[in-house]
């Protein structure tokens, strides 16, 4: 009886074990997915400070009162316009005497020229007259040089922020008369990781909004990056250009500015085959023959993650299967029945719906 109960307990325990092993070599059904080639044009997140084109503090270089001011606060103005005169009689006078002294030298050097030419007086007396008008003559750019040192002009065309002088006021040397803008085209400036420099280059495109300007969208194109990263946030400083032809952009705006990296072709699979172990991360790989595939566990590099998928560096090579779901529960070596093939970024539901039809 006893060996009896032995016997029955013997053959209890082979059937458990054979059944187990009957279950490990059964195929799990698992979902699979390609890995895809894809062209990925990721967007890249910054904020910006909008400054004009050109930018000039107005200021005069001598100490002279103000006589006339030619401008408004926010004019436009011309590229040369005469926006502030200072006194200038005393120069107007020189102007004058320099004008009448060089018209008596020029006329002494003609009347030399022609005793030249009758042999009445000597090549030497001719020379002596010539310097004489150069002299003059350059005493004369002098005086139009003062006299032009207190014209203030606008050195391009532009806007005019806010009058900060007024008539018979002494200016002085450094003192700012006002600001002058070019808002034709602003300057963006903003600053991405270095780690994200490779993705830009100039005349990428970038889109830019305003607080100000709720559900407006500005459109410029990258024109330089800076030449050096900054060593204390290891970030480097980009330049756009945006059109202003509404003049409705104003320097010193906070500006959220989005980059289309430079598009690049690249590896994706969906971001559920992903097996992550500490910092590495893996994959369960199809191999083997269509009709018999089993699972293999490797380990891959990953890029960029956008909703859904994932960018694959190294690991996995084209037209390859990996595991969606149902990874976690298989071994390398381990077979595999495929219920459904999704693509990437595609749903699960509708896969499975499209392997279930008739």
């Known amino acids: 009886m006893f060996y009896n109960k032995k016997l029955i307990m013997f053959f209890f325990l082979a ?19 390609p890995v895809e080639e894809r062209t990925l044009n990721s967007d890249i997140q910054a904020l910006g400070t909008l400054q004009a084109n050109e930018t000039a503090h107005l200021t005069s270089h001598i100490s002279a009162i103000i006589s006339r001011i030619h401008f408004d606060d926010g004019q436009r103005v011309k590229s040369g316009e005469v926006l502030v005169e200072l006194t200038n ?28 030419d009758n042999r009445f007086v000597s090549a030497q007396e001719l020379d002596g007259r010539q310097r004489e008008f150069e002299v003059t003559q350059a005493r004369l750019s002098a005086v139009e040089a003062r006299l032009a040192d207190r014209l203030i002009k606008a050195p391009f065309a532009g806007v005019v922020g806010l009058r900060q002088i007024s008539i018979g006021t002494l200016l002085s040397p450094g003192t700012q008369v ?18 994200l420099m490779a993705q830009l280059r100039p005349g990428l495109g970038i889109l830019a909004t305003a607080a100000a300007f709720p559900g407006r969208t500005f459109v410029g194109n990258i024109v330089s990056l800076d030449n050096q990263v900054d060593p204390v946030t290891r970030a480097i400083r980009v330049r756009a250009i945006l059109n202003n032809g509404e003049r409705v952009l104003r320097s010193g705006m906070l500006m959220s500015v ?17 097996l992550p172990l500490g910092d590495k991360q893996f994959v369960m790989r199809l191999e083997g023959p269509a009709d018999a595939p089993y699972a293999q566990r490797v380990r891959v590099e990953i890029g960029e993650r956008l909703p859904g998928i994932v960018e694959i560096t190294s690991g996995l090579a084209i037209d390859e299967q990996v595991v969606t779901h149902g990874g976690f529960r298989l071994a390398s ?3 595999v029945r495929i219920k459904a093939e999704v693509a990437a970024g595609e749903s699960v539901r ?8 008739p």
């Open 15 to 33: 059937c458990l074990f054979s059944t187990s092993l009957a279950a490990q070599d059964a195929p799990l059904p698992v979902i699979v997915a």
């Open 89 to 116: 009689h005393e120069q107007v006078a020189e102007l004058e005497e320099a004008r009448v002294a060089l018209a008596d030298a020029e006329r002494q050097l003609q009347r030399t020229k022609k005793l030249v």
């Open 350 to 357: 509708a896969a499975l719906s499209a392997s279930e039809a």
């Open 258 to 274: 989005s980059v289309a990296s430079a598009p690049r072709q690249t590896l994706v699979i969906p971001e559920e085959a992903l």
């Open 333 to 335: 070596g381990q077979p």
């Open 178 to 195: 006002t600001t002058l803008l070019d808002d034709s085209v602003m300057k963006l400036d903003f600053s991405i990781p270095e780690t």
